[in-house]
């Protein structure tokens, strides 16, 4: 399938609500997964003959299993107020783009099998018969949610379409009509360990050059340890974080962060990825094995602590479902979060006084701050509500003299998805991707002519490199996106080996953080 021609959309002011333009994006699908990627995740390999009954019969089962996703799909009243709250809609102006058309995709099935007034009435019900055509619209606008939740926070009911796109995209995988990116991806992972699908040697082989490189550049030797059975801590972060740009930079913070602290760290070459996309596709199978790996690698290591590092939806899963999935974690250290955020650590660490910070060292940068959807909309940190917005932006305000907020309907618990998340990170899907920005950009372009902000940081490995692709179709350059952890690492103060000056050499106060 060629890649559409797109115009990119024209920056306004003030968010402006678009006039519809009816299957304006109808075009727009992803790849669909080959026999082998599909036949590995437990899926038929194609379109199996009887799909509409095992399409329906899935349905019923989802019924029982997610009781949520039934009263969603039973209490929409119609009022409208989700309409002009997706990005995706507000950048290509397909009205199946608005949540609640969104969600009719999957109601009408629903009510026609499900409902009696849909058995006996369907069109005054506006139920309607699975036909081919109505798998294709699936296939297209279920693949046009990122699974962001914007739109349950507006709505009056809290319907949540992000629940009703898992179950859909599971109903399609149970037929054999899968995605491509999400599929293969996760069989890498279930099998090698990452999405990249990185093995042991060129992952230890990365990580020392990159010891390398930061003992080069810091005259300090930072370690990158992988496999060190007894060390404190296991940290699970994207593969990204081990080759790309800015994911690589906000690593080494993390690195320099645990040095400072003197806190035993390793990675673990059997559970090398923190991102999850099992969530993507609604399979609590396949999410549970890859979360069991991590299980795995902690029991197998020694370690006593899980610390996740920057990725937004990995956090979703590890904060709302790790335990669930994979616990009970008790042979772990019950005095720490299980799971931690990498920004949990961290901004205990620089309350306690254990990091040497200068400030000064990021002067060069006007930061404002991007909040993933995940983290803002299905998560937490730390232990007061909100704490998923707070620290962040307290570390960053800790590490960076200059800050400023992007304008207040696009953050936070609103803000906006960068337009790559829910496994749509693919380039067949780009238009989609740079039109789902817009609203993002919006709010970026207001505090850059505003503020005269020069980069943006995030914690989201999806929601960087995103940016790093989309940026520049809205004339930014793809080096103003950056990680949290980087703005962190350029400001940590380290001494060289003896110095009893750098952070804590008090192991029993490293103990305590
Ligand atoms: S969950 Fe996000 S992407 Fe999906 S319909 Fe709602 S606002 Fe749009
Ligand atoms: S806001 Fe909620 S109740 Fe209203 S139309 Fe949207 S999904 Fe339905």
């Known amino acids: 399938m060629a890649v559409a021609e797109f115009d990119t959309p024209e920056l306004k002011e003030y968010p402006v609500i678009p006039h519809l333009q009816k299957d304006a994006m109808a075009h727009s699908r992803p790849f669909e997964a080959k026999a082998d990627f599909q036949e590995k995740l437990g899926f038929p390999g194609g379109l199996i003959d009887n799909w509409q009954q095992v399409a329906i019969e899935k349905m019923g089962e989802l019924n029982k299993k997610y009781r949520s996703l039934q009263v969603y799909l039973d209490s929409c ?11 995706y809609y507000l950048g290509t102006s397909d009205p199946k783009n608005m949540p609640v058309a969104r969600q009719d995709l999957y109601r009408k099935i629903y009510r026609r099998y499900f409902t009696i007034s849909g058995k006996l009435f369907p069109k005054l019900v506006g139920a309607e018969d699975l036909t081919e055509e109505v798998l294709e619209d699936w296939y297209s606008y279920f693949h046009q949610c990122s ?7 507006y709505c009056p009911y809290g319907i949540d379409t992000a629940e ?3 179950a859909a995209r599971e109903v399609m995988d149970t037929v054999g009509k899968g995605q491509k990116y999400c599929n293969e991806i996760i069989g890498k992972a279930q099998t090698i360990g990452n999405n990249l699908g990185l093995p042991e040697p060129a992952l230890v082989n990365t990580l020392e050059g990159l010891e390398e490189d930061v003992e080069e550049e810091t005259g300090v030797k930072v370690r990158f340890p992988v496999d060190e ?3 404190e801590v296991l940290l699970i972060t994207p593969s990204a974080d081990f080759f790309a740009e800015p994911h690589i930079d906000g690593l080494i913070g993390y690195a320099k962060v645990f040095h400072q602290a003197k806190i035993s760290w390793t990675l673990s070459s059997f559970a090398s990825e923190a991102a999850n996309f099992g969530m993507f596709i609604g399979s609590y199978e396949n999410m549970q094995k890859l979360a069991l790996r ?5 029991i197998d290591l020694g370690v006593k602590r899980i610390v996740f590092g920057e990725c937004g ?4 899963v590890a904060y709302s479902f790790l335990n669930t999935l994979a616990g009970p974690f008790d042979f772990l250290d019950q005095n720490y979060p299980i799971p931690q955020h ?8 620089m309350k306690e006084g254990k990091l040497t910070l200068d400030p000064s060292r990021n002067d060069d940068m006007v930061v404002t701050y991007h909040d993933s959807c995940n983290v803002a909309r299905a998560s937490r940190m730390g232990d007061k509500p909100g704490g998923q917005f707070e620290i962040p932006r307290e570390i960053i305000k800790a590490v960076c003299n200059n800050y400023v907020d992007m304008p207040s309907h696009s953050i936070k618990e609103g803000t906006y998805c960068c337009g790559g998340g829910g496994g749509l990170l693919t380039d067949d899907l780009i238009e989609l991707r740079v039109k789902g920005a817009l609203p993002r950009m919006e709010a970026l372009k207001n505090v850059v002519d505003e503020y005269g902000v020069t980069h943006m940081a995030a914690i989201c490995a999806i929601c960087k490199s995103q940016f790093s692709k989309v940026f520049p179709y809205y004339n930014f350059s793809m080096d103003q996106i950056i990680s949290l952890h980087q703005l962190v690492s350029n400001a940590i103060v380290l001494q060289p080996e003896g110095n009893a000056s750098e952070g804590s050499d008090d192991e029993s106060q490293v103990e305590a953080a």
Do not use: F, P
């Open 313 to 316: 939806h990995a956090w979703r």
């Open 342 to 349: 990498i920004c949990e650590l961290t901004h205990g660490l």
């Open 229 to 231: 059975k007894g060390a």
């Open 147 to 153: 699974q962001c939740r914007r739109c349950s926070v």
């Open 77 to 87: 009243v119609k009022c409208g107020a989700c309409t002009d709250k997706c990005h």
């Open 294 to 298: 991590i299980r795995q690698a902690a």
């Open 164 to 166: 009703i796109s898992m």
